[in-house]
């Protein structure tokens, strides 16, 4: 819990004071920005390519390091060495000649700079992504398959919603432990993508009896098809290895794209290309946080670009990190001590950029999350002595600076959309208009598929499920059905939240005994009867 919030000002001014003598002490290298892929491969078949994205900035220099020194001269430079010529070594998947194999080699002569750029991009998260595979005894080639999905692009985003650089679809993401919330998305963290891929495609070499390229074909395009394929295969008595099977163009071409790829890495002179190296080192520190950041403060801090914190830190939506952990950084190696030392010196108010909000009349801690521009639970989290109802001149502890996206795009489908239900509308005609099935809507809002629904009515569309009848009633989202209980906020009226509810201003009077008046109070509560129930006290 954070406390002292009257000595929260004086710490923020140090800290102020004290970031205008640091900040301008190291800065990101100059250096020429790569652009983003031309063409990416998702692995969903329906997908087009991905949506265009800020370029990243240039990676960082690994620090210089010396040998110990020693009695016979001076110390001599410690050579890392490249990180390709552990990929080489691991290199396992069948050796393979075919055309469309070639077709993909052709392809990349002709586009040098679209190699370039991928394995430019790829200095940040090569390293750790080589060490991920070796640990499991995988193929070398799987190490590249990010170059296949995204380029090495962790703001990777298809129309069929993949993401980062493994390219995870929702769904599929969850199964791994990827679930996604308002602060952040774990299909573009760097360590946690890179785990769930690693493992999903261990999963599919077993399903399909350590075939690798089946298995790399199904992480493309769904376990199930290429399990349909191979049966309509044997149904046929035609070989059922991965370039016998009728599958999508995408699909065809996903295996040879990753074959090509590691062809070129293991030879890339016999192609007439070169492929700059990688130093076989740590790019970044995993730095221990203890708490949410703001992530403009510890760019400061580090002394980088904020694109650089970013680009190591993608699966952050916000500029302040999620309360519920991870409570974790990756900082460039080469300024990692420094960014510790001065780490330390913060208090937790201080790390996540906290500042003071002094409460007028009328306000309640709704009305103060709105206007700061994040969810009501937050101000709660960071203010658990707060009592329920807010007093005039008592402070909370609120963002000092803006929560908004880190991106335009970010996290936006996870904000809270509400509809308004009309004549002739259904769970189902709504849930198609947005791209939803019924369960999803129906869980998302609390109800039954098989509920009625009323003119009016608001259904959430996006965000967070609601977890109850009083929160889905709260956020605009009435259950159907039964009754709900709810907080009157600062500027309702009887009449606005009948027609919210779909009831009228009599029926609420009846059922909270207001006899005829109108007026309401902030924090009042009032008992709402739906479906059914409507008639009841009108």
């Known amino acids: 819990m954070i406390t002292e919030s009257h000595s929260i000002p004086l710490r923020l001014a140090a800290v102020a004071a004290w970031l205008l003598c640091v900040t301008g002490c190291a800065s990101v290298p100059a250096g020429v920005t790569s652009s983003l892929p031309d063409e990416v491969i998702v692995n969903d078949p329906a997908a087009e390519p991905i949506l265009e994205e800020p370029a990243l900035p240039p990676p960082l220099p690994l620090p210089e390091q010396s040998a110990p020194i020693d009695d016979e001269g001076p110390p001599e430079p410690i050579v890392y060495g490249d990180v390709f010529d552990r990929i080489r070594g691991d290199l396992a998947l069948p050796d393979v000649e075919h055309r469309r194999v070639q077709s993909e080699i052709a392809w990349l002569q002709r586009n040098p700079d679209y190699l370039a750029r991928a394995m430019g991009r790829a200095q940040r998260y090569l390293h750790h992504i080589v060490d991920e595979v070796e640990v499991r005894g995988l193929p070398g080639e799987l190490a590249l398959l990010p170059f296949v999905e995204s380029a090495f692009n962790p703001y990777g985003y298809s129309h069929s919603h993949a993401a980062g650089l493994w390219q995870f679809i929702p769904s599929t993401g969850e199964l791994y432990g990827l679930k996604r919330n308002y602060w952040q998305d774990p299909r573009r963290d ?5 785990r769930a ?9 077993q399903r399909f009896d350590g075939d690798w390229f089946l298995a790399i074909a199904a992480y493309n395009y769904g376990a199930g098809n290429i399990q349909r394929a191979i049966s309509r295969n044997r149904a046929l008595r035609r070989h059922t290895d991965f370039f016998s099977l009728s599958l ?11 074959i090509a790829i590691a062809r070129i890495v293991q030879n890339p002179a016999a192609y007439g290309l070169v492929i700059s190296p990688i130093q076989d080192a740590p790019y970044y520190r995993v730095v221990p946080t203890d708490g949410p950041t703001d992530l403009r403060l ?15 830190n993608p699966s952050w939506n916000r500029w302040v990190t999620d309360p519920n952990g991870p409570h974790r950084l990756l900082i460039p190696e080469v300024v990692a001590d420094g960014f510790v030392t001065q780490l330390a010196s913060l208090d937790a108010t201080a790390r996540a950029g906290l500042g003071v909000h002094t409460v007028a009349a009328g306000e309640s801690m709704a009305s103060v999350a709105g206007h700061y521009k994040v969810p009501e639970s937050y101000l709660k989290w960071i203010n658990t002595d707060a009592p329920v109802d807010l007093q005039v001149g008592q402070q909370l502890l609120v963002p000092s600076g803006d929560v908004s996206q880190l991106r335009e795009g970010l996290g936006a489908d996870l904000e809270r959309r509400s509809y308004r239900v009309r004549s002739g509308d259904s769970l189902w005609s709504i849930a198609h208009r947005n791209g939803m099935s019924i369960a999803q809507l129906a869980r998302m809002n609390g109800i039954s598929t098989n509920a009625m629904l009323h003119p009016g009515q608001r259904l959430q569309i996006s965000g967070s499920p609601a977890s109850s009848g009083a929160l889905a009633a709260a956020n605009g989202n009435p259950p159907v059905s039964g009754h709900v209980n709810y907080k009157v906020k600062r500027g309702d009226t009887l009449s606005g939240i009948a027609h919210r509810f779909a009831v009228t201003v009599q029926q609420l009077q009846g059922w909270n005994n207001l006899g005829r008046s109108t ?7 009032l008992t ?4 059914d129930n409507t008639n009841v006290g009108g």
């Open 190 to 194: 760097v360590i946690e993508s890179t």
């Open 197 to 205: 891929a690693l493992e999903f495609l261990t999963s599919l070499y």
């Open 248 to 258: 999508p163009a995408e699909t065809r071409a996903y295996v040879p794209k990753l």
């Open 298 to 312: 510890m760019a400061q801090l580090a002394g980088i670009d904020i694109e650089e914190l970013h680009a190591l």
């Open 519 to 525: 007026s309401l109070r902030a924090g009042q509560q």
């Open 528 to 531: 709402i009867h739906l479906g």
